[in-house]
T-cell receptor, first 115, second 117 residues
Framework: AQSVTQPDIHITVSEGASLELRCNYS??????LFWYVQSPGQGLQLLLK??????LVQGIKGFEAEFKRSQSSFNLRKPSVHWSDAAEYFC?????????????FGRGTSLIVHP | GAVVSQHPSWVICKSGTSVKIECRSLDFQATTMFWYRQFPKQSLMLMATSNEGSKATYEQGVEKDKFLINHASLTLSTLTVTSAHPEDSSFYIC?????????????FGEGSRLTVL
C-alpha cells in the first residue's frame, strides 16, 4: 500500500520569502501525486498534480512541485509567499489501478506567514 | 471546475440522535464519492468509498452500521451518523470524481462540522 510523509507539521515564513514544503511517498512504482490546500473550515482545493511526463509541475496561485523519483519526493515550492497563502497543505499519493485510484493523504503542513 | 456542495456546513446535535450530511455534485455526475473524516490539525482519514447504486466500501475500522452511506443518484451521496456520541464530533468532508473522466482530480465539498453534545 502507498503512504505519504510530510515531515514538517508547521512551517513559518515571512511574506515575500520563498517556500518549500516537503513530501515523501512510499510506493513500488510511480504513483499519481497531488498537492491540496485547505483554508480553515473549508474543503480542499487542488494546487497541482503529477501523473507522468515533465517532472516539474506548475500549479495555481504560483505554486510548483518537482517529482524526484530517486528521492521519492514531490516537494511544493513557491518563490514568493503572500499572506493569503497561510493555510494547511496536504500532499497526496494515489496508486494507479485500472485507470482509477484512491488517494492517501499526508498529515498536512501548516503554513504560517509573518508580515 | 466542478463543484461539490455539502449540507449542512455546521450541525450540533444531542447525543443519541442521528444526523444526515448530504454531498452533492452540482454540475457533474459522480459515480464515485469519498467520505473523509478530519480531526483538528490532522489529515483526512478515508472512511468509505461510495458508488452509485451499490453498497459503500468501508475502510478498516469504520463501523458501517454507525456511518450509513447512501449513493442513490449520480449527484447525491449521504452520510448518516447514527446514534451520535461526542466522540463522533468531527469535520466530515466528501469528495467526488467526475464520471467517465478520470483526470485523477478529486473535487471536495466545503466540509460539515458535526458537534455532538
Amino acid at each position: 500500500a502507498q503512504s505519504v510523509t510530510q515531515p514538517d507539521i508547521h512551517i513559518t515564513v515571512s511574506e515575500g520569502a520563498s517556500l518549500e514544503l516537503r513530501c515523501n511517498y512510499s510506493y513500488g512504482a510511480t504513483p499519481y501525486l497531488f498537492w491540496y490546500v485547505q483554508s480553515p473550515g473549508q474543503g480542499l482545493q487542488l494546487l497541482l498534480k503529477y501523473f507522468s511526463g515533465d517532472t516539474l509541475v506548475q500549479g495555481i496561485k504560483g505554486f510548483e512541485a518537482e517529482f524526484k523519483r530517486s528521492q521519492s519526493s514531490f516537494n511544493l515550492r513557491k518563490p514568493s509567499v503572500h499572506w493569503s497563502d497561510a493555510a494547511e497543505y496536504f500532499c497526496a499519493v494515489g496508486a494507479p489501478l485500472g485507470g482509477s485510484y484512491i488517494p492517501t493523504f499526508g498529515r498536512g503542513t501548516s503554513l504560517i506567514v509573518h508580515p | 471546475g466542478a463543484v461539490v456542495s455539502q449540507h449542512p456546513s455546521w450541525v450540533i446535535c444531542k447525543s443519541g440522535t442521528s444526523v444526515k450530511i448530504e454531498c452533492r455534485s452540482l454540475d457533474f455526475q459522480a459515480t464515485t464519492m469519498f467520505w473523509y473524516r478530519q480531526f483538528p490539525k490532522q489529515s483526512l482519514m478515508l472512511m468509505a468509498t461510495s458508488n452509485e447504486g451499490s453498497k459503500a466500501t468501508y475502510e478498516q475500522g469504520v463501523e458501517k452500521d454507525k456511518f450509513l452511506i447512501n449513493h442513490a443518484s449520480l449527484t447525491l451521496s449521504t452520510l448518516t451518523v447514527t446514534s451520535a456520541h461526542p466522540e463522533d464530533s468531527s469535520f466530515y468532508i466528501c469528495s467526488a470524481r467526475v464520471a467517465g473522466l478520470d483526470t485523477g482530480e478529486l473535487f471536495f465539498g466545503e466540509g460539515s462540522r458535526l458537534t455532538v453534545l
